[in-house]
C-alpha cells in the first residue's frame, strides 16, 4: 500500500507525496526494498525529459571520450567574512591586468587564467540553491573555497556552508580570510575547523588545504587560486568537450528590453546561438550568446559561464539545460514538464483529509480508506487507542493507523500526515509550537482529545458523514 511505502520512507528520513513524481533512479530504490526489479524499456518512458537525461547520460558517460576541463568554484561562508571582497579581489588580480579600462562583469559568474589554465568562479548563490541544484540531479560547482574570518572563527554559516558542500561531495579548500587585522587569530580559527568541522589543516598532519590571506590586502590570492587548480586536477574534473551542449542556468531574469535572459555553467559539449534549448518548463532557439563582459560570443564550452537570449520563457534557476535536435522537441518536452509542474502544484496546494469531510470527498464506490496518526502520553493508552480506533471500521472504510507513538504532536507527525493524507489525533497531549504551524501551512488537520468518549464518538460521526464542522 501506498500508506506504508511512505511511512516506510519517512522512517529513514525520506518525503515522499502521494501522485509525485520520482526519477528512475529512485524508483529502482524503491522497488529494491520490496523485493522487485525496475527494468527501463526506453520506448516505454512517457516522460520525455527523463528520456532526454537518459540519452545524455549515455552520450557523456563515455568514458573514453572525457578530458579534463576547467573547475567552477563557488565561494561560500559566514556573512562579512569577505565572500564577496574576494571575489572582487580576484577578478581584479586575474582579469584587470590584461583587459585596459576595466569592463564590469554582467553575469553572476567569471573566469579567470592562472599560469594558463582557467577557473571559472560562480558569485556566491545561498547554501540552498547548492542542495536545490543536486535535488534535479544537477551540480554547478566543482570546488567549495570555504571563507572563514580569522578574527571571527566558524561561525553558524560557515557550519552550513560546509554542511552543505559536504552532503554534495564537493572539495572544500579554506580560505582564512582577513589575517591583516590586528585581532586575527590564524591558530584559534584552524582550531575551530578542525574540532567543529573536522576539517584538519595539512599542516597540522590533516588532509583540508588550509590558505591564510587578506582579501583586502590582496595577500595569499595567488596561493589560493594555485590550490584550486591543484584540487581541481587531482579531482578529475572532466565533461565531453563536443556535441550537444549540456549546462546548469544559475540565474534567470526578464529583460525589459531584450525579454528572458539566462546564465548557464556548461558542463558538456559547445552551445551556439541557432541551437534549440531546453530547461525545463521553457524551451527556445538561441538567439545570441554573450560572455560575463556582455561581448557577443560564437560559442560556449565547458566551464564557461554563458549569458544566452532566445527562451521563449525565464527557466528557473538550477534547472538544466539541454540542447536538442529541433524545435519541435524542445517544445514537447517544455510544454510536458510544465503540464506536470502544474499537476504538482495542484496536489500541493490541497489540503488534506479532515474528519468532517472525509465522507463527502472520498470518492463513491470503493472502500474508502481513513489514515490516522494517533498520539498519546502512554505505550498503554496508544494501544487502546489503536485497538478502539480499528473496531470502528465499517463496510465502506477502512480505518489504518499509520503511525503511532507517546508525546506531543511534533513536526515529524506533521510531515508524516501530509505525506501519507492522515488527520493526527492526540489524547492527552498538546501540539508543539512548530507542528502547529507546520500543520496550518500544510493544510493538516490535528484533533486533539481529553477524553477517549469524544474521540470515539468524533471518528463514528466522521464515518457516518455526520460530524459538524469546527467552528
Ligand atoms: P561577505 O558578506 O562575506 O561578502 O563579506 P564582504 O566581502 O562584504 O566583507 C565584509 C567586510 O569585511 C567588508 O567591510 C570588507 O571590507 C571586510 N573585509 C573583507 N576581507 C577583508 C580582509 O582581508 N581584511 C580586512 N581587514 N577586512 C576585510
Same mark, same amino acid.
Given at each position: 500500500?501506498?500508506?506504508?511505502?511512505?511511512?516506510?520512507?519517512?522512517? /529513514?528520513?525520506?518525503?515522499?507525496?502521494?501522485?509525485?513524481?520520482?526519477?528512475?533512479?529512485?524508483?529502482?530504490?524503491?522497488?529494491?526494498?520490496?523485493?522487485?526489479?525496475?527494468?527501463?524499456?526506453?520506448?516505454?518512458?512517457?516522460?520525455?525529459?527523463?528520456?532526454?537525461?537518459?540519452?545524455?547520460?549515455?552520450?557523456?558517460?563515455?568514458?573514453?571520450?572525457?578530458?579534463?576541463?576547467?573547475?567552477?568554484?563557488?565561494?561560500?561562508?559566514?556573512?562579512?567574512?569577505?565572500?564577496?571582497?574576494?571575489?572582487?579581489?580576484? /577578478?581584479?588580480?586575474?582579469?584587470?591586468?590584461?583587459?585596459?579600462?576595466?569592463?564590469?562583469?554582467?553575469?553572476?559568474?567569471?573566469?579567470?587564467?592562472?599560469?594558463?589554465?582557467?577557473?571559472?568562479?560562480?558569485?556566491?548563490?545561498?547554501?540552498?540553491?547548492?542542495?536545490?541544484?543536486?535535488?534535479?540531479?544537477?551540480?554547478?560547482?566543482?570546488?567549495?573555497?570555504?571563507?572563514?574570518?580569522?578574527?571571527?572563527?566558524?561561525?553558524?554559516?560557515?557550519?552550513?556552508?560546509?554542511?552543505?558542500?559536504?552532503?554534495?561531495?564537493?572539495?572544500?579548500?579554506?580560505?582564512?580570510?582577513?589575517?591583516?587585522?590586528?585581532?586575527?587569530?590564524?591558530?584559534?580559527?584552524? +582550531? +575551530?575547523?578542525?574540532?567543529?568541522?573536522?576539517?584538519?589543516?595539512?599542516?597540522?598532519?590533516?588532509?583540508?588545504?588550509?590558505?591564510?590571506?587578506?582579501?583586502?590586502?590582496?595577500?595569499?590570492?595567488?596561493?589560493?587560486?594555485?590550490?584550486?587548480?591543484?584540487?581541481?586536477?587531482?579531482?578529475?574534473?572532466?565533461?565531453?568537450?563536443?556535441?550537444?551542449?549540456?549546462?546548469?542556468?544559475?540565474?534567470?531574469?526578464?529583460?525589459?528590453?531584450?525579454?528572458?535572459?539566462?546564465?548557464?555553467?556548461?558542463?558538456?559539449?559547445?552551445?551556439?546561438?541557432?541551437?534549440?534549448?531546453?530547461?525545463?518548463?521553457?524551451?527556445?532557439?538561441?538567439?545570441?550568446?554573450?560572455?560575463?563582459?556582455?561581448?557577443?560570443?560564437?560559442?560556449?564550452?565547458?566551464?564557461?559561464?554563458?549569458?544566452?537570449?532566445?527562451?521563449?520563457?525565464?527557466?528557473?534557476?538550477?534547472?538544466?539545460?539541454?540542447?536538442?535536435?529541433?524545435?519541435? +522537441?524542445?517544445?514537447?518536452?517544455?510544454?510536458?514538464?510544465?503540464?506536470?509542474?502544474?499537476?504538482? /502544484?495542484?496536489?500541493?496546494?490541497?489540503?488534506?483529509? /479532515?474528519?468532517?469531510?472525509?465522507?463527502?470527498?472520498?470518492?463513491?464506490?470503493?472502500?474508502?480508506?481513513?489514515?490516522?496518526?494517533?498520539?498519546?502520553?502512554?505505550?498503554?493508552?496508544?494501544?487502546?487507542?489503536? +485497538?478502539?480506533?480499528?473496531?470502528?471500521?465499517?463496510?465502506?472504510?477502512?480505518?489504518?493507523?499509520?503511525?503511532?507513538?507517546?508525546?506531543?504532536?511534533?513536526?515529524?507527525?506533521?510531515?508524516?500526515?501530509?505525506?501519507?493524507?492522515?488527520?493526527?489525533?492526540?489524547?492527552?497531549?498538546?501540539?508543539?509550537?512548530?507542528?502547529?504551524?507546520?500543520?496550518?501551512?500544510?493544510?493538516?488537520?490535528?484533533?486533539?482529545?481529553?477524553?477517549?468518549?469524544?474521540?470515539?464518538?468524533?471518528?463514528?460521526?466522521?464515518?457516518?458523514?455526520?460530524?459538524?464542522?469546527?467552528?
Amino acid at each position: 500500500p501506498l500508506s506504508k511505502i511512505i511511512k516506510d520512507h519517512f522512517m /529513514r528520513g525520506i518525503i515522499l507525496r502521494p501522485a509525485q513524481a520520482v526519477n528512475l533512479e529512485e524508483a529502482r530504490q524503491i522497488a529494491a526494498q520490496y523485493g522487485w526489479n525496475v527494468e527501463l524499456k526506453e520506448e516505454e518512458i512517457s516522460d520525455p525529459l527523463e528520456m532526454l537525461k537518459v540519452k545524455y547520460e549515455k552520450l557523456y558517460g563515455d568514458e573514453s571520450k572525457l578530458v579534463q576541463r576547467p573547475p567552477v568554484v563557488t565561494v561560500m561562508g559566514h556573512v562579512d567574512h569577505g565572500k564577496t571582497t574576494l571575489l572582487d579581489r580576484i /577578478r581584479k588580480t586575474a582579469v584587470a591586468e590584461k583587459e585596459v579600462g576595466g569592463i564590469t562583469q554582467s553575469i553572476g559568474a567569471y573566469h579567470v587564467e592562472v599560469n594558463g589554465k582557467r577557473i571559472t568562479f560562480i558569485d556566491t548563490p545561498g547554501h540552498e540553491a547548492f542542495t536545490e541544484m543536486r535535488a534535479r540531479g544537477a551540480q554547478a560547482t566543482d570546488i567549495v573555497v570555504l571563507v572563514v574570518a580569522a578574527d571571527d572563527g566558524v561561525m553558524p554559516q560557515t557550519i552550513e556552508a560546509f554542511n552543505h558542500a559536504k552532503t554534495a561531495n564537493v572539495p572544500i579548500i579554506v580560505a582564512i580570510n582577513k589575517i591583516d587585522k590586528p585581532n586575527a587569530n590564524i591558530d584559534l580559527t584552524k +582550531q +575551530q575547523l578542525a574540532s567543529k568541522l573536522g576539517l584538519v589543516p595539512e599542516d597540522w598532519g590533516g588532509d583540508t588545504i588550509v590558505v591564510p590571506i587578506s582579501a583586502k590586502m590582496g595577500k595569499g590570492i595567488d596561493e589560493l587560486l594555485e590550490m584550486i587548480l591543484l584540487v581541481a586536477e587531482m579531482s578529475e574534473i572532466k565533461c565531453v568537450p563536443e556535441g550537444n551542449a549540456r549546462g546548469i542556468i544559475i540565474e534567470s531574469e526578464l529583460d525589459k528590453g531584450v525579454g528572458p535572459l539566462a546564465t548557464a555553467i556548461i558542463k558538456d559539449g559547445i552551445l551556439r546561438p541557432g541551437d534549440y534549448i531546453v530547461a525545463g518548463s521553457t524551451h527556445g532557439k538561441v538567439r545570441a550568446l554573450r560572455d560575463e563582459k556582455g561581448r557577443k560570443v560564437k560559442m560556449a564550452g565547458p566551464s564557461d559561464p554563458v549569458q544566452i537570449i532566445g527562451f521563449e520563457e525565464v527557466p528557473d534557476m538550477h534547472e538544466i539545460l539541454y540542447v536538442v535536435d529541433n524545435l519541435d +522537441q524542445a517544445r514537447e518536452i517544455s510544454a510536458f514538464v510544465k503540464e506536470r509542474q502544474k499537476k504538482e /502544484r495542484m496536489v500541493k496546494g490541497k489540503r488534506h483529509v /479532515r474528519l468532517e469531510e472525509f465522507m463527502r470527498v472520498s470518492g463513491d464506490g470503493e472502500r474508502k480508506t481513513l489514515n490516522l496518526i494517533i498520539k498519546s502520553d502512554s505505550f498503554g493508552a496508544v494501544e487502546a487507542l489503536k +485497538q478502539a480506533v480499528a473496531k470502528l471500521e465499517t463496510e465502506e472504510v477502512h480505518i489504518e493507523t499509520v503511525h503511532s507513538g507517546i508525546g506531543p504532536v511534533n513536526s515529524s507527525d506533521i510531515m508524516l500526515a501530509a505525506a501519507s493524507d492522515a488527520v493526527v489525533i492526540g489524547y492527552k497531549v498538546k501540539t508543539d509550537a512548530q507542528a502547529r504551524s507546520q500543520a496550518e501551512e500544510e493544510g493538516v488537520q490535528i484533533k486533539l482529545y481529553e477524553i477517549i468518549f469524544d474521540l470515539i464518538d468524533d471518528l463514528k460521526k466522521a464515518l457516518e458523514g455526520l460530524l459538524e464542522p469546527e467552528e
